[in-house]
């Protein structure tokens, strides 16, 4: 059973920053892309940030030019810098894996539990 564990989520004011960290249990090689999504109270699950296992990234507009997502190798961790944060971000934070299964090609989603990041005055 492959695990997901997001830490990293509080309150902190606008114009704030936190970092969100998703660490795996199965080496960070076996998924071919990690994936931070957020839902707001009230509203969909959206897609935040994107990192392939060949590096591409990929951002939303809405959070380009002030979340960074990165990974360590070594660690089997993502991360998610969000600096300057906006009320808007408040949400809970979610960490996917996705996971090829080499000898069928199946796409196996992984989820951690969610990590709430609050952005108030």
């Known amino acids: 059973q492959v695990q997901l564990v997001e830490s990293g989520g509080g309150l902190v004011q606008p114009g704030g920053s936190l970092r969100l960290s998703c660490a795996t249990s199965k080496s960070i090689f076996n998924f071919n892309s990690m994936t931070w999504y957020r839902q707001a109270p009230g509203k969909e699950r959206d897609l935040v940030a994107i990192i392939t296992s060949d590096g591409n990234i990929y951002y939303t507009d809405s959070v380009k030019g002030r979340f960074t997502i990165s990974r360590d190798n070594a660690k089997n961790t993502v991360y998610l810098q969000m600096n300057n944060l906006k009320p808007e971000d408040t949400a809970v934070y979610y960490c996917?894996?996705?996971?090829?299964?080499?000898?069928?090609?199946?796409?196996?989603?992984?989820w951690g539990q969610g990590t709430l990041v609050t952005v108030s005055s």
């Open positions: 996917e894996g996705l996971e090829v299964v080499p000898t069928t090609g199946e796409y196996l989603e992984h």
